[in-house]
C-alpha cells in the first residue's frame, strides 16, 4: 500500500455578522426574489472590524484540529488557499502558524480563486506522499467583501466571507484517504473574472469584476470534465458516488452539473443559500457542514470539486 494523505478533521468559521438579501435591497437596486431565483442565494456573511483572513483561518483550523485530535505542534504543513490574503506578504498562512503557536513547519498560501482550496489540497497531498511532511493543515479563507463594489448589484449580491480547514494525516494502510486529484488552467479567460487592481500595476487592491453569463456558460462543461476525468483516474465511477462537495457559486451551477454528470441532486451537499460564494473558503466550508451534521460519514466516496477566476478548475476524490 503506498503512502497516502487521510482527511482526519474538518472545521469551519463564519463572521457573526449575517447580511440577508432583503439588507443588501437597501443598497442596491435588486430584491430577494431576483437573487433567490438567479443563485440560490438567501444571505451570506460579512467579515467585521478585526475579522480577516488569517483570523477566520486560525478559527476554522482549531476547530479541525480538535475534531482530529491532533496537537497543533504535529503540524508540518499549512497550505493556505486564498485571494484575499491579510497583507501583500507575509503569507496569511504564517499568520496562523504563529496563532496556532507552530514555531517550525512549513506554511504558504497558493492563490487559485475559488479554485484555491483544490489546488492546495493537492499540493499538500503531493507533499505528504512525498513525505514533506505525515500531518497538514489545508484551509481556504477569504473575505472577499473587501474586494467588492458595493455599488454593482451583479457582483455585490454574490459573495461571502468565511473560512473552512481540514487536517491530512499521512498513512500507508487501508484504503480510505484522497485518491486522485486533478486540476487545471486556462488564462486567456482572465478577463471574465478579475481583481482590477493589484500591487505590480495600479498599487492598489481593486475591486471584483465579473461578466456572469459568460463564466456560468464555461462552468457546467469544465466541472463536468473534470470530474468525469478525477473519478477516472481514482478508478471510480459516477454512480459510485456517496456525496458531491461542490465550490458553492450558484444554485444552478449545482443542479446543471449535477444533471450533465446523472447524479441525485439529493446527493450534492448544497450550502450557497446560507454562505453564498466564499471562493476558497466553500468547499471545506461545506465539508464541515455536511460531516458534523452527519451526512458524510467514514467510508463515504466524495468528490470535491471547484471553478474559478483564471479560469482554473480542479476535483479530488476522497474516500472519507
Ligand atoms: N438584481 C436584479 N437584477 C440584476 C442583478 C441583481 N442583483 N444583477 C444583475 N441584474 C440584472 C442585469 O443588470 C440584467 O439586466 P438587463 O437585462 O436590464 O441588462 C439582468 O439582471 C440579467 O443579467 P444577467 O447577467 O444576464 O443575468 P443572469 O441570469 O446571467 O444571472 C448571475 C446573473 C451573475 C447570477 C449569473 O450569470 C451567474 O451566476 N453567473 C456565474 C457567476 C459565478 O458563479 N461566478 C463565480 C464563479 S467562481
Given amino acids: 500500500m503506498s503512502r497516502r494523505a487521510l482527511i482526519v478533521g474538518t472545521g469551519a468559521a463564519l463572521p457573526p455578522r449575517r447580511v ?9 437596486d435588486t430584491t430577494h426574489e431576483w437573487i433567490v431565483e438567479r443563485t440560490g442565494i438567501e444571505a451570506r456573511h460579512v467579515a467585521g472590524d478585526g475579522e480577516t483572513t488569517a483570523t477566520l483561518a486560525t478559527e476554522a483550523a482549531k476547530k479541525a484540529l480538535a475534531a482530529a485530535g491532533i496537537e497543533a505542534k504535529e503540524i508540518g504543513l499549512i497550505v493556505l488557499a486564498t485571494s484575499t490574503p491579510d497583507q501583500t506578504f507575509p503569507a496569511s498562512a504564517t ?6 503557536g507552530i514555531d517550525d513547519c512549513i506554511a504558504f498560501d497558493v492563490q487559485a480563486v475559488c479554485t484555491g482550496f483544490l489546488y492546495a489540497l493537492s499540493i499538500a ?9 505525515d500531518h497538514a493543515l489545508v484551509i481556504g479563507s477569504e473575505t472577499f467583501s473587501r474586494i467588492l463594489d458595493w455599488e454593482d448589484r451583479a457582483t455585490c449580491v454574490l459573495f461571502g466571507d468565511g473560512a473552512g480547514a481540514v487536517v ?3 498513512t500507508e494502510t487501508g484504503d480510505k484517504g484522497i485518491l486522485a486529484t486533478r486540476l487545471h488552467a486556462d488564462g486567456r479567460h482572465g478577463d471574465l473574472l478579475y481583481v482590477d487592481g493589484g500591487v505590480s500595476t495600479t498599487g492598489t487592491v481593486g475591486k471584483l469584476r465579473m461578466k456572469g453569463k459568460e463564466v456560468f456558460r464555461h462552468a457546467v462543461t469544465n466541472l463536468a470534465a473534470v470530474l468525469d476525468e478525477t473519478l477516472e483516474a481514482a478508478g471510480h465511477v459516477s454512480s459510485e458516488i456517496d456525496w458531491v462537495v461542490p465550490h458553492q457559486a450558484n444554485k444552478r451551477i449545482l443542479d446543471a452539473t449535477a444533471k450533465k454528470l446523472g447524479l441525485d441532486p439529493a446527493k450534492v451537499i448544497v450550502t450557497v443559500d446560507q454562505h453564498a460564494n466564499t471562493s476558497a473558503a466553500s468547499v471545506p466550508l461545506a465539508l464541515d457542514v455536511a460531516v458534523r451534521d452527519g451526512r458524510i460519514k467514514p467510508g463515504d466516496l466524495i468528490v470535491l470539486e471547484a471553478m474559478g477566476g483564471g479560469f482554473t478548475w480542479g476535483a479530488a476524490v476522497v474516500r472519507y
Fill in 20 to 28: 440577508t438579501n432583503t439588507e443588501l435591497a437597501e443598497r442596491v
Fill in 95 to 100: 499568520r496562523v502558524q504563529t496563532a496556532l
Fill in 125 to 133: 497531498d503531493n507533499m505528504i506522499k512525498g513525505g514533506m511532511a
Fill in 168 to 170: 491530512l494525516k499521512a
